[in-house]
């Protein structure tokens, strides 16, 4: 729950239904088939400090794709 805490800043349960994906992934790096995978916070939020700034990038490019007109929709095919 410290983890979930300190990544949302003072978690609410609004926090986990709008974001149950990112909830998910937290509980994923601490347990794995019922084990305590991880037990350092630090850890664990480093990870997913990592995965979201991995995330900003792929938006970015994704952005970026769409401007040039290299990326997103179908073309016809022949």
Known sequence: MECLDRY?????EL???FNFHKAYYIFDELFMNG????TSKKQVLRLIAEQDSLMEEKKKDGQQKGKTGLGGGFGMMR
């Open 8 to 12: 949302f800043g003072n978690v609410c």
């Open 15 to 17: 926090d986990l239904i």
């Open 35 to 38: 084990e305590l995978q991880e």
